[in-house]
């Protein structure tokens, strides 16, 4: 059974700093990974997704990584920014039962102005 | 293009009713996928509709169902409502099936069971 597992659960930095999210998964066999943000009470947006064949996606100041052998998967946010304070989730379909989305408990990230 | 839209956005019922919630996907997507989301239980994988057919269920019990229609829409019903029902449901849309493309998601239809 697939698990995921993110870390930390919430996460304060001040306006400008870089950082990295974490997202681990215990069953190797994957489609794909996607990243996304949730503001509190709506849906979920996404923000990459890396096929299990590549080893990082990039979009603006964002940077996701996967090392498939490891079970880890990295999403590094340059100069942060308020707006960028949301929940973020990390999703892993398994190659078996693919159209399932495990998901893990989301990080909490608050920027600080 | 329009997003994942779903209807209603916001329901109150009591126990022992049933609910029906409704996912317009993104136009050409053919995959729906359904998840609750709790506090307590994050987000939760309910099924998978690809052309009209169930393609994965989650570990729910057969009060939770679904159905897509020919035009890709779909819905889920809840019958005899308890209190743990209470959720946000989402539904997402993919291109489609298999499990490469992206995942887009509705903005949830929040259900309180009182």
């Known amino acids: 059974k697939q698990e995921v597992t993110q870390i930390p659960a919430a996460l304060s930095v001040p306006e400008g700093e870089n950082l990295v999210l974490n997202c681990s998964f215990t069953?190797?066999?994957?489609?794909?990974l996607q990243w996304f943000r949730q503001d509190p009470g709506k849906g979920l947006t996404s923000l990459l997704l890396?096929?299990?064949?590549?080893r990082e996606q990039t979009s603006g100041r964002l940077n996701a990584s996967l090392d498939k052998s490891s079970g880890r998967s990295t999403l590094y946010i340059a100069a942060s920014q308020p707006g960028d304070s949301a929940t973020y989730l990390c999703?892993?379909?398994?190659?078996?039962?693919?159209?399932?989305?495990?998901f893990g408990d989301g990080t909490t990230l608050t920027v600080k102005p | 293009k329009a997003g994942v839209t779903q209807t209603p956005r916001y329901l109150i019922k009591t126990r022992g009713q049933q609910v029906t919630l409704s996912c317009s996907p993104i136009s050409g997507h053919r995959s729906v996928s359904w998840y609750q989301q709790t506090p307590g239980q994050g987000l939760q994988f309910l099924f998978e509709?690809?052309?009209?057919?169930q393609r994965n269920k989650g570990n729910f019990p057969g009060r939770f169902s679904g159905r897509q229609f020919s035009n890709s829409r779909s819905e889920m019903n809840v019958s005899t409502l308890e209190l743990g029902d209470s959720a946000l449901y989402l539904c997402a849309s993919s291109w489609g099936q298999g499990g490469s493309d992206t995942q887009y998601f509705g903005p949830g239809t929040r259900l309180t069971v009182l």
């Open positions: 509709y690809f052309s009209e057919t």
């Open positions: 890396i096929q299990s064949s590549q």
């Open positions: 069953d190797s066999a994957i489609y794909n």
């Open positions: 999703a892993v379909r398994a190659r078996t039962n693919a159209g399932k989305s495990t």
